[in-house]
């Protein structure tokens, strides 16, 4: 089974710090892969999304880094807010396959004042 | 506004009951999905559809029934045959074949009583 491991489960960050979020595929027919960030009691909004072809992206605070020999990709908030405390998601698909989606198990991030 | 709209927000069923949970999108997106989410779990496929009038299987489709007569409502009913239906609900739609972004809506929470 395709599967996404996604570290650690939680993360306690003090206001101003830099989280980190790591994730690790399979497959390597994976092309697409995407971080959503989940509020409580509301759906995943897409936060930054990444493809093999580039081993960094960087969107305001957030940065993905990709790493595909090692096939693992990561999340780094810079400068992390109490605003950032919310659940992120990594996942991952692959051309041909309806773009259908492999959910990591999450990371509820804290950031502390 | 645009968006994807899920009702109701939150929804008890006695067992044994069939239920169905709405999803519509004025996106004008191609492709639509149901995933369910679990406390602690990632997102696990449902069910999607690419095209008005054809569905496929996901991951975790025992126990659930789609149908896609319009291009922009997705309803998923969910069985009585569904073993441990309590879990949040989450639809999401995907433009097209060229984009890989799917766009979730603020989910369903089943109770099953």
């Known amino acids: 089974q395709q599967q996404v491991k996604q570290s650690p489960q939680s993360l306690i960050v003090q206001k101003g710090g830099i989280s980190i979020i790591n994730c690790a595929y399979e497959?390597?027919?994976?092309?697409?892969f995407p971080w959503y960030q989940q509020f409580p009691g509301k759906g995943p909004a897409l936060l930054i999304a990444i493809r093999p072809d580039v081993s960094e992206k960087k969107e305001g605070r957030f940065t993905i880094s990709f790493n595909k020999s090692a096939k693992q990709f990561s999340l780094h908030i810079m400068d992390s807010q109490p605003g950032d405390s919310a659940t992120y998601f990594c996942?991952?698909?692959?051309?041909?396959?309806?773009?259908?989606?492999?959910f990591g198990t999450g990371t509820r991030l804290q950031v502390t004042l | 506004d645009g968006g994807i709209t899920q009702s109701p927000k939150y929804l008890f069923r006695k067992e044994g009951q069939n239920v169905t949970l709405s999803c519509e999108q004025n996106l004008n997106h191609d492709a639509m999905y149901w995933y369910r989410q679990d406390p602690g779990q990632g997102l696990r496929l449902i069910y999607y559809?690419?095209?008005?009038?054809?569905?496929q299987k996901g991951d975790i489709a025992e126990g659930y029934s789609v149908s896609r007569e319009k291009k922009e409502s997705f309803p998923l009913t969910v069985t009585s045959a569904q073993k441990n239906p309590t879990a949040f609900y989450l639809c999401?739609?995907?433009?097209?074949?060229?984009?890989?972004?799917?766009?979730f809506g603020p989910g369903t929470r089943l109770t099953v009583l």
């Open positions: 497959n390597t027919a994976f092309d697409y």
């Open positions: 999401a739609s995907r433009k097209g074949a060229l984009t890989d972004t799917q766009y």
């Open positions: 559809s690419q095209i008005v009038n054809d569905f």
């Open positions: 996942a991952a698909s692959r051309v041909g396959t309806a773009s259908k989606l492999t």
